[in-house]
């Protein structure tokens, strides 16, 4: 019997969850009030709800199908694996989507799926369905197509017409990786597309001669996900490849996954709880490259093996190893050493600049900005404040490392 | 004496301006003025107050010389968030900073001010109610009656913190354009019907409406939560419990959590099992597909299909693909140059980026055509070091120019060039083996063997690469009459 719309949503929505990417934001910003249709994107993007594992839900995250030809170890869909498998229709997405926008529930829509028949087949509808809801119902929210690597240019070049972000996930940090767990995928092929996109995104956002006009291509730019802890790879494996992907492809994101149990497992994978502090360490790591000018090798460099510290974040990490670096004084740094005080972030740094042209900064002054003042006082010298020896205490570290926890015992 | 000024509270700037304007130009300081609210003076004495913005003292306002008050655009953005809040203290506060900004104009600055940080933080939580407001409004469906056709009408319920609704309605406005709405609160409501925005600060009652949609976000609320990963207190933070009463999604969450480790032990019970015929199929189907495409062995296709899997040294893990020469395959001249840059590695063909267009010039210039020449690289593979959101070239090393001519070795035996162009150190080294000083064999013919002429040239990304403009130029029409010459050597 065909299974009801409820029970495919639950399936399909169940097959889609693994993908960590929930962005609605950095798209151009548009709506509806000139055109008398629905929807908006204003910039900053708008989490709908925050499920019990702290995710936040953008999106309409839903594959168009989990049937799938691939048999990657680590995907719940993998050809191998006994999950329920159902479909949606191309009417039925659209109508999902619209329902769930007018409700106010989604910000669009973030569509993947399994692979059918052929790539071209599944990008094919996937494209029809972005192409109908902005034409025919006049949609002007989220879309996230997830890309097909094998899928020709033209329909690649299509969806970045009516999408707002593409995206094609490695998920395995190496190419070895790869090979191993996603014996079908091709990694020079996924490093293709992701090139091909980047040189689609910067042609089209040249001004032509004609008019001078940009097009709208993919205008949230390409991303990508990358699985945490199912191989071998350690951190700073995972961080240069981001490195090369931001530098190589322009993406806006890679996303980590700390990789969790799925039901029906591959027997090659370990059944393990998610690393989800590793997970956020990453993310932490990623940030400082992106925002604070570190490089991936200084960041890595504070542990032999390759891994971020799980107990202190990467910034604090850094500054113990280069103790000499610091205190810093708060009113005469320039921004980018600023930046580099553990517990100061972007906004702190701006308003620091900003107030000290009118006065100097006491330390009290410092904590009025919200930054906590036991974490930065070791670090910064301020007007009335000077950390004397504390900076070159040898138990500095354990003055930031969490409190050991007794193992319960059962 | 204190001034006593009544206002509605409710979201609305300018009757907090016209006053503190007043105020201000009556030179009251911020001490000798009492603000409140006239919906707490009617439940005190339960009369219209008497006093109002309107009636501050006329007389002393005329002693004054009224001078034109200014204030930072920053201030008034800051004053018209402000005034939504619920703090009883907003309008005080208000006034001090309007006060003190006559004298300290950049006091808005000052982020360490007592004053100032507490109007941030309080614009701050204005930030979040309306943001929280744009996210957690669930509408409901009215349906039309039967028969009736026309735009669908949604009703929605929603309690804010603050006087924020009519702040918030135009965003409603700009995203729900096709159908007709209403949002109810507490503080106030909105309502839109393709025509007219409409808000109201009057209290509104709690409707009693169910839409069954609301069912199919649950179940797809339930089904992308993954209990492998519980992080209970980050939903906790970005989705209080004040806000769970008026989200249908809300209900589910303490079961969801409840089951959360049940499912993941059952999970960790259950064997792998079987696949399905579906999936041997697949495999076999897979297992048949002919490995690569056909081409003809011993041709130039057919290497470059093989260079295309190359792993002869590391540079392949980080470049996009193998770059591999392209042009006639009984070409008289081929160009050998570095490597391929971050165009090229993006675009998969040889002297396209930057370097491609000057090479394509001064091709022009000499009555070259591109197309008769066989085009590649000493090195296939990009090297670079990322920085940032960009690829910065490195010089290729001995090794992997060695590791590489293999192949350049391969397309100069097939294509069988009269005169190959070493453009650049790394070619020549990979052409000759001699490490020698470029200007020492630059800009003329040498004898490679019998039938094969070496020309040495700089290489292209070179000349882009000097900073100084006059060098710069003096580097490239060298470079042009390296390219004539090489067009009189190759006729």
């Known amino acids: ?410 | 004496m204190i001034e006593t000024c009544f206002l509605e509270g409710r979201g609305d700037l300018s009757e907090w301006r016209d006053a503190a304007r007043t105020f201000l130009q009556a030179g009251i300081e911020p001490k000798a003025i009492d603000w409140r609210l006239r919906s707490e003076e009617q439940g005190l004495f339960g009369a219209e107050p008497v006093s109002s913005k309107a009636e501050v003292a006329p007389t002393r306002l005329a002693a004054n010389n009224p001078a034109p008050l200014s204030v930072p655009a920053a201030f008034l953005r800051l004053a018209s968030a402000l005034v939504c809040h619920s703090d009883p203290g907003r309008f005080a506060l208000l006034y001090r900073l309007f006060f003190r900004l006559q004298a300290e104009r950049h006091l808005l600055d000052l982020k360490t001010d007592a004053d100032v940080a507490l109007a941030h933080r309080m614009q701050k939580s204005i930030g979040r109610d309306y943001h929280k407001m744009t996210a957690f409004v669930r509408f409901k469906e009215i349906p039309l009656p039967p028969g009736v056709a026309g735009r669908r009408r949604f009703l929605a319920w929603f309690e804010p913190d603050h006087f924020i609704v009519a702040r918030v309605a135009p965003f409603f406005q700009r995203r729900f354009n096709d159908m007709d709405w209403i949002i109810a609160t507490p503080r106030g409501s909105a309502s839109w019907d393709g025509q007219t925005l409409l808000t109201s600060t009057k209290p509104a009652e709690k409707p009693d409406i169910t839409d069954e949609t609301d069912e199919l976000w649950r179940t797809y609320y339930a089904s992308i939560f993954n209990p492998a990963r519980l992080k209970v207190k980050m939903m906790m933070t970005e989705m209080p419990k004040k806000y769970w009463k008026n989200l249908p999604e809300a209900e589910l969450i303490p079961s969801l959590i409840a089951g959360a480790e049940a499912k993941l032990i059952d999970m960790g019970r259950r064997q792998a099992t079987e696949p399905l015929p579906f999936h041997h199929r697949l495999q076999e189907a897979a297992a048949r597909m002919p490995d690569a495409p056909i081409v003809e062995a011993g041709t130039i296709e057919a290497l470059r299909h093989e260079a295309s899997g190359c792993t002869r040294c590391d540079l392949h893990c980080r470049a996009t693909q193998t770059v591999f020469g392209e042009g006639p395959a009984n070409a008289k001249v081929m160009i050998v140059g570095e490597q391929p840059g971050d165009q090229e590695d993006l675009a998969g063909r040889p002297f396209v980026g930057p370097a491609g267009r000057v090479f394509d010039e001064a091709l022009a210039l000499a009555g070259l055509e591109r197309q008769a020449l066989y085009v590649t690289n000493a090195v296939k593979h990009f090297k670079y070091e990322p920085r940032g959101k960009r690829r910065i070239h490195q010089r290729p090393n001995a090794g992997e120019v060695e590791h590489c001519r293999w192949w350049l070795n391969r397309e100069i035996d097939l294509v069988k060039p009269k005169l190959v162009v070493a453009m650049g150190a790394a070619a020549l080294f990979s052409l000759t083996d001699r490490k020698d000083r470029l200007e020492n064999v630059r800009s003329r013919p040498i004898v490679m063997d019998d039938t094969r002429t070496l020309f040495v040239t700089v290489h292209l990304s070179y000349l882009l690469r000097i900073p100084d403009k006059v060098r710069r130029d003096e580097e490239l029409a060298r470079f042009r009459d390296d390219i004539r010459q090489i067009g009189r050597l190759a006729s």
């Open chain 1, 1 to 410: 019997m065909r299974k009801s719309l409820k029970e495919r949503l639950a399936i399909l929505s169940d097959a889609a969850k693994y993908d960590a990417s929930c962005a609605s934001s950095g798209t151009t910003k548009r709506n509806s009030s000139a055109s008398g249709g629905l929807g908006s994107t204003e910039g900053s993007g708008i989490c709908h709800a925050y499920a019990p594992d702290g995710r936040c839900i953008s999106l309409l995250k839903i594959l168009m199908t989990n049937f799938c030809i691939y048999d990657c170890a680590y995907c719940i869909n993998r050809s191998s694996s006994n999950v329920e498998r159902a479909r949606f229709s191309v009417e039925e997405v659209i109508w999902l989507t619209l329902e769930f926008y007018r409700r106010n529930y989604i910000e669009g829509l973030f569509l993947s799926s399994g692979i059918i028949r052929s790539s071209d087949h599944t990008m094919e509808e996937m494209v029809r369905i972005a192409r109908e809801l902005r034409s025919t119902h006049n949609f002007r929210g989220y879309i996230h197509l997830k890309s097909i690597p094998e899928a020709s240019p033209q329909l690649i070049e299509e969806a970045g017409l009516y999408a707002d972000r593409l995206s094609i996930n490695i998920e395995l940090p190496t190419d070895a990786g790869i090979e191993k767990f996603a014996p079908e995928k091709r990694p020079d092929n996924i490093r293709q597309s992701m090139g091909n996109l980047r040189l689609k995104i910067e042609e089209m956002s040249d001004p032509t001669l004609q008019t001078r006009r940009r097009k709208t291509f993919a205008p949230a730019g390409q991303s990508t996900q990358v699985i945490v802890g199912a191989d071998a790879a350690d951190d700073a494996t995972i961080l240069g490849t981001s490195a090369r992907l931001y530098g190589s492809y322009g993406l806006k994101r890679v996303y980590y996954s700390a990789f969790s149990p799925i039901p029906d497992a591959s027997k090659n994978l370990p059944l393990i709880k998610p690393p989800l502090m590793r997970e956020h360490r990453l993310y932490q790591a990623d940030w400082l490259y992106r925002f604070y000018g570190f490089e991936i090798s200084e960041i890595t460099a504070s542990r032999p093996d390759g891994m971020l510290d799980l107990d202190l974040d990467p910034k604090l990490a850094w500054a113990l190893g280069h103790r000499d670096r610091f205190p810093v004084d708060v009113n005469r740094a320039d921004k980018e050493t600023l930046l580099r005080v553990p517990g100061f972030g972007t906004k702190t740094v701006r308003s620091i600049l900003s107030t000290r042209r009118f006065k100097r900064l006491r330390l009290e002054d410092v904590g009025c900005l919200g930054v906590s003042l036991k974490k930065v006082k070791a670090f910064i010298v301020a007007e009335d404040w000077t950390p004397h020896r504390l900076i070159d205490r040898a138990d500095l570290r354990t003055m930031f490392a969490p409190k050991p926890e007794q193992l319960s015992l059962l």
